[in-house]
């Protein structure tokens, strides 16, 4: 049973930083494209970045330059850091799993997701 867990959310300054983990069981992160993605209420579920198979990394237009993301193969798990955060940052943030596509504006493509974590920036 594939299972992905997100930690690391929570209230922080404008301005602040944060760093999301995603842990994976019945999966292996090295092995498949993975992604975070947000989405606040309301809205359509956003791309925000994706790693491939072989360590290429993608980023929407909003986060580039801002948010890294990575992978510990030993821990099977994946992560995402934040940095100047800004209010428009707020969000449930969500990772994923892919076995065969890598688009970060193909949201319906990944096969796996988690549960979530929140992020809110107070500005």
């Known amino acids: 049973q594939v299972q992905l867990v997100e930690s690391g959310g929570g209230s922080v300054q404008a301005g602040g930083s944060l760093t999301l983990s995603c842990a994976a069981s019945?999966?292996?992160?090295?092995?498949?494209?993975m992604g975070w993605f947000r989405q606040v209420q309301g809205l359509e579920r956003e791309g925000v970045a994706t790693i491939t198979r072989s360590g290429g990394t993608h980023y929407s237009d909003s986060v580039k330059d801002r948010f890294t993301i990575s992978r510990d193969n030993a821990k099977n798990t994946l992560y995402l850091q934040i940095s100047s955060l800004k209010s428009e940052d707020t969000a449930m943030y969500y990772c994923?799993?892919?076995?065969?596509?890598?688009?970060?504006?193909?949201?319906?493509?990944?096969?796996?997701w988690g549960q979530g974590t929140q992020v809110t920036v107070a500005s």
């Open positions: 019945g999966y292996n992160v090295s092995r498949a494209c």
């Open positions: 994923a799993a892919s076995a065969k596509y890598c688009y970060l504006q193909w949201a319906t493509s990944f096969d796996y």
